[in-house]
């Protein structure tokens, strides 16, 4: 008897199932131009995948965006009547039980609710999803292809298991595991995307998995910013940070200055100050893979030049970003006793980010790859702002920086420390090496992200 019901029971949860699957594909079938975008992480710091679905709208597909909403993402992204962005629930780690036990809740969590969102939702014709994080997205979304008729696509920023390994170790077994899931169903998908031709040739040798090389490109709003909109940035920040503010009071006191800029009261002309500070940017994400060390490091050297006599202008740093270790380098960063260097570390809105870069002197980036294999996004948009760039080398940059050409590379402390005398000696130069590295990225013609996704990404979709 016993047994007959639980066959029965089986039956009926596998009619319901094949039932489910049947009314998903009819439903498929009406929604042939509807794309979801998966990020199991915070879509406003996720600018690829923002970019993804912009892109796909642009081309006359419906769109939804599914990820944890806590940061504000692009204005055209929320302007966007094709674009419907569902919140995904982020579970915060226990703060009880060792840490695999920890980690295994909120993955059984992430699963569960991830498969329950897509389920609910409309049936699309692909699914994009960004890897890392990959795990349990990957399953649940091939899975959820499967039964509603969705492909896969798959783009790999980097590997899930090596940014793992920075912080546990690469023989953890959390590492080997998660190494392990991302080998096995990174195959699963229809396509697969990835970010430079060293990952590509990697994927391909020793995971299996043929991809796509499909570089990151700046959006059409990165780009050298007006003086004039670089004055009411500079006058915005100011009310919060000190960095941007005059360090004297204009003549005409109807007149308005930054630590930058300084606009007439009569013609409401902006010019540059005189003497005015240098100003340095750098983004991050405040994570183990990017060592800001080094560059405290380097101002300290720079700001000991300063006082031997160098010709050398003061500095504003500026390092933007959110991240779990951000509080421990702002611990750094005030103990330093800095006479002519100032470093603040806001969190732009995503508008003012790209006017800040545009409106910068020189970007700095501490990424050193995980894996070696991707490429930091942040270097992509100061090139798309004609930013200079001083880069700490990696195994594949050379995809992205050029040495001597549209930035330099450095290896530590001191060579950056010698990098930023040699770029600022004589502030501003117009015949300076710094100057040059911003022509030729002016020259450059530097192709477009919307450009680029039509020749790489759209013809893959329509074909497929």
Known sequence: MAAS?????????????????????WQRGRAARHVMVVVLGDVGRSPRM???????????????????????????????????????TELQRLAVGPHILQYGVKVVFQAVHLLW?????????????????????????????????????????????????????PRHCLVLLTKWYEKICGRLSHLNL??????????????????????????????????????????????????????????????????????????????????????????????EDEDFSILLAALEKF???????????????VITGKGPLKEYYSHLIDRKHFQHIQVCTPWLEAEDYPLLLGSADLGVCLHKSSSGLDLPMKVVDMFGCCL????????????????????????DSEELAAQLQMLFSKFP????????????LQESEQLRWDESWKQMVLPLVMDT
């Open 5 to 25: 019901c639980v066959a029965l029971l089986l039956a009926s949860l596998c009619l319901l199932l094949l039932l489910l699957v049947a009314y998903k594909r």
């Open 388 to 411: 200079p760039v001083c880069a700490l080398d990696f195994q594949c940059l050379h995809e992205l920086v050029k040495h001597e050409e549209n930035g330099l590379v450095f290896e």
């Open 194 to 287: 990835c970010v430079t031709n060293a990952m590509r040739e990697d994927l391909a040798e020793n995971w299996g998995i043929r991809a796509v090389t499909v570089y990151d490109k700046p959006a059409s709003f990165f780009k050298e910013t007006p003086l004039d909109l670089q004055h009411q940035l500079f006058m915005k920040l100011g009310r919060t940070y000190s960095a941007f503010r005059a360090c004297s009071e204009p003549s005409d006191p109807a007149s308005e200055r930054s630590a930058f800029t300084e606009q007439d009261a009569q013609s409401g002309m902006v010019t540059r100050l005189g003497g005015r500070p240098a100003l340095l940017v750098s983004s991050t994400s405040w994570t």
């Open 117 to 169: 969102k897509l389920m609910c939702w409309e049936p699309a014709a692909y699914i994009f999803l960004q890897n890392p994080p990959g795990l349990p997205a990957i399953a649940i979304c091939w899975f959820v292809g499967c039964l509603c008729g969705s492909k896969l696509v798959t783009d790999w920023h980097n590997y899930g298991y090596s940014i793992m390994g920075l912080v546990h170790g």
């Open 50 to 88: 923002q970019y993804h679905a912009l892109s796909l709208a642009k081309c006359g597909f419906s769109v939804t965006l599914l990820g944890f909403c806590n940061s504000k993402p692009h204005d055209e992204l929320l302007q966007s009547d094709r674009i419907q962005i569902v919140s995904l």
């Open 429 to 440: 130069d117009p015949a300076g090496k710094l100057n040059q590295f911003r022509k030729n």
């Open 303 to 317: 700001e000991q030049l300063i006082l031997d006599g160098e010709s050398l202008p003061p500095l504003v740093c």
